[in-house]
């Protein structure tokens, strides 16, 4: 291995040249990739879900039977000084919205107080006639307010769907067209809904619109993530570089590590965009991710390479012992951080595969970088850092690494209580580790969107479950027998804890009924045989409505859908609703064949392959990188040393979200994964250096001693660049991203003290001279 790394580092440095120039037209090659095939966003079911996944398929047949399946909700609430909603001016406005989104390229279906229908009995026959005739005529006098507000009062079927009973809040249901794997057309439809608000001004008249569902929260998710990046990678950028110029006191400095990871990204990008991988919710966390790492590496690279210069006085010769020096290291830190990434693809999420591909490629070229193009610019680099820093950093550093050892041996049975103390915190906490991907929590509490979510959470219930129940023959919805079976059902639905009112065309036909009936109350019942379900079908399509019941039967009258309201839970009690709903639908409805399907659902399942691939990756990610450190230090006894301070501050960390109320998601999970890859790195370095000295004869102490004054000054500085680097993630304006700050700083912190003291003490107790 010394053979390959000197015959390396002398062909690197002495054709530096044509190395800068063969990595740079590689990277043209990756800016080409970029500019031929352009990442698109997609944050769809599909593209979270694996091809063939049973969920998907579900969910393609709800919509092959009863079209789109996503909503937006526009709400509005009756203003103080009217008596309800049934106002000129809020009809107005309703009819104004609904009109605009009923000509919208992207909107299938429009359901409001302005385009309502109610059917009803007119001289003996069945008749469907319009809430109001021309909304956009009406005066504050009009009397088609007053027989509208009396109709509402008591049409049932609209009360908790379209309206509240006590008439102060209404909303606009618009079914949006689904468009597999893509969400233009959700930012296209909700920015069209911002203008249109902003341009009408409502809030002037004293009117609050309130705003949600599926392609609102999509939109706004997708747009705050953008602006975040936007907005706050320039900014950690910037506290960086101003923190690498306060330790190492040349502005030159401040710019050298941009270049590897530019580079770096630049490369990543490309093999990302010729792929085809698109951007998603996930992968939004590689550039930090490379950021990390490449930080980590550069500040290595950038320590040994200003220490050897100081001594040799020649960047050639500097560049070059720095390659021969940091080859191995660099590059195993490089391997088993993409072996931990690696570990994240057991999981059956496709995003999380992308990333866990995308981050492992990240790695490795980062590494191939660094020991190529960055070592060949660097070897033109004459400027060594001045002696008038900012704050005389170095001196400081320089005497805490040189106690580093003596306090380590005088305290080593301190350390290792303390570090008893803090395993047995992770096995008391990490095993009591929730997932909660909740869209309510991505958002902060303050903004309009958590305030709107709630709004109608509390008076509609959230997204729910969509069943879908199967007579078992064309036709065989009209079997009263099947009716009342479905009925019985809704009725032991409505009971649950946690369900707002079921819908479907169960409670329709009883209207119909009684329509027929003179509107008589007595007759809101089932059609007692198949012949008078189709007659009353019929008769309902005679009557001129404008809803086929297109979305709540299908063409071949064999399936029926109930949409049931679920209200907004975490998504473990999600999950053991959505348990005890089918066990307990199986055990009191077993003749009636049910799918269960939904927005809902799909989240739930997502749920589920993070809890199972977050423990399979771990156990997997511990395995693998611990495997890697016994080949590299060949020892067992190295390789757990080493990997015990590595491991350690990603448990702690995820304890800690036991004690602050907080599941994990995604983000957060990725965190864990990318501050494993800079401990790693971090714990190589100290016990690379600490292995070669000890092999040349030195004692254990004077072992340590040297390893900590040569490691410990990059690894500090690596740790302080990223933790102050990363609180500018304190300012985002999602939960996440606020959360990946934190975590990002706390488990750095960690892992700085577990290199530092831990490692070293561990080493003192379990290693003899």
Not at 374 to 392: G, R
Not at 536 to 556: A, C, K, T, V
Not at 738 to 750: C, E, N, R, S, W
């Amino acid at each position: 291995m010394k053979k390959f790394q000197i015959y390396w580092s002398e062909t690197i440095i002495n054709n530096r040249a044509a190395c800068i120039i063969s990595v740079l037209l590689l990277l043209s090659f990756s800016i080409i990739s970029l500019i031929k095939f352009p990442s698109k966003y997609d944050n769809s079911f599909e593209m979270f879900m694996l091809k063939g996944d049973p969920n998907i398929v579900k969910f393609e047949k709800f919509r092959d039977l009863f079209g789109d399946a996503e909503y937006l909700n526009i709400g509005i609430t009756a203003r103080g000084t009217d008596p309800d909603v049934f106002v000129a001016k809020t009809i107005k406005i309703i009819n104004d919205i609904s009109t605009m989104l009923e000509d919208h390229e992207y909107v299938t279906k429009v359901s409001s107080l302005s385009n309502y229908q109610f059917t009803h009995n007119l001289n003996g026959i069945m008749t469907t006639d319009d809430l109001f005739d021309n909304p956009s005529s009406l005066n504050r006098n009009s009397l088609e307010l007053a027989l509208a507000r009396d109709i509402m009062l008591n049409e049932s079927l609209a009360h908790d769907r379209l309206i509240t009973k006590d008439l102060q809040h209404t909303r606009i249901l618009v079914r949006t067209e689904y468009v597999r794997n893509e969400n233009a057309h959700k930012e296209k439809v909700s920015n069209d809904i911002y203008n249109f608000l902003n341009e009408k001004n409502y809030i002037s008249d004293g009117y609050q619109i309130r705003l949600g569902g599926g392609a609102i929260i999509s939109e706004r998710f997708e747009y705050l993530s953008k602006r975040d990046a936007t907005l706050l990678n320039p900014i950690v950028a910037v506290i960086m570089s101003l923190i690498i110029y306060v330790l190492y006191g040349s502005v030159l400095i401040c710019f050298l590590p941009w270049v590897l990871i530019a580079a770096s990204i630049a490369l990543v990008s490309g093999i990302q965009a010729w792929l085809q991988f698109p951007n998603t919710v996930v992968n939004a966390a590689l550039i930090p991710t490379l950021i990390i790492i490449g930080m980590g590496v550069s500040v290595h690279v950038l320590s040994e390479f200003f220490q050897l210069s100081s001594t040799k006085n020649c960047p050639i010769n500097a560049a070059k012992e720095t390659t021969k020096n940091l080859l191995k290291p660099v590059f195993f830190t490089a391997l088993t951080t993409a072996i931990g990434f690696g570990a994240l693809a057991v999981t059956e999420l496709v995003p999380v595969k992308q990333y866990a591909l995308m981050a492992a490629v990240g790695s490795l070229a980062i590494f191939f970088i660094s020991m190529t193009l960055f070592v060949s610019i660097l070897s033109y680099v004459t400027i060594v850092t001045n002696n008038k820093k900012p704050m005389n950093i170095d001196s400081l550093i320089i005497f805490v690494t040189k106690m580093l050892a003596n306090f380590t041996k005088r305290n080593k049975i301190v350390i290792s209580f303390i570090s008893s103390c803090a395993v047995l915190f992770c096995v008391i906490t990490v095993p009591r580790i929730s997932v909660d991907s909740n869209i309510f929590n991505y958002f902060q509490s303050h903004s309009w969107i958590n305030q709107d979510m709630e709004y109608f959470d509390k008076l509609y219930k959230f997204s729910g479950v969509e069943l879908i129940v199967d007579s078992g023959t064309a036709d065989g919805i009209k079997d009263p027998k099947f009716l009342k079976r479905v009925s019985s059902l809704e009725t032991h639905l409505n009971g649950l804890e946690k369900t707002g009112k079921a819908n479907s065309v169960v409670e329709f036909l009883k209207k119909l009924r009684q329509a027929v009936h003179n509107d008589d109350p007595e007759f809101f019942i089932l059609p007692d045989s198949s012949e008078m379900t189709a007659q009353l079908l019929f008769m309902y399509e005679s009557s001129g409505p404008n809803d086929d019941l297109s979305d709540s039967i299908d063409f071949d009258k064999r399936f029926l859908r109930i949409s049931l309201p679920v209200e907004n839970s975490s998504a473990k009690e999600f999950a053991n609703f959505y348990n005890f709903l089918q066990n307990d639908l199986s055990l009191n409805f077993p003749d009636l064949e049910i799918e269960y399907t939904g927005p809902m659902v799909l989240y739930n399942a997502q749920e589920i392959y993070i809890n199972s691939g977050l423990k399979k990756s771990f156990a997997l990610a511990l395995v693998m990188i611990g495997a890697s450190f016994i080949v590299l230090f060949r020892s067992f006894k190295y390789g757990v040393i080493a990997l015990f301070p590595s491991v350690l501050p990603i448990l702690i960390g995820g304890g800690v979200t036991i004690f602050m109320g907080i599941s994990l998601d995604l983000g957060t999970i990725i965190v864990g994964a990318m501050c494993m890859g800079i401990a790693v790195d971090d714990a190589i370095h100290v016990m690379a250096r600490y292995i070669n000295y000890k092999s040349a004869g030195l004692k254990t102490h004077d072992s340590i001693d040297l390893a900590l004054q040569e490691s410990g000054k990059a690894v500090i500085f690596t740790s302080l660049i990223l933790i102050f680097g990363f609180s500018a993630m304190l300012f985002a304006s999602l939960v996440p991203t606020v959360l990946f700050g934190v975590f990002t700083a706390l488990i750095m912190t960690l892992a700085l003290l577990g290199d530092l003291f831990v490692l070293p003490a561990l080493i003192f107790i379990f290693e003899r001279d």
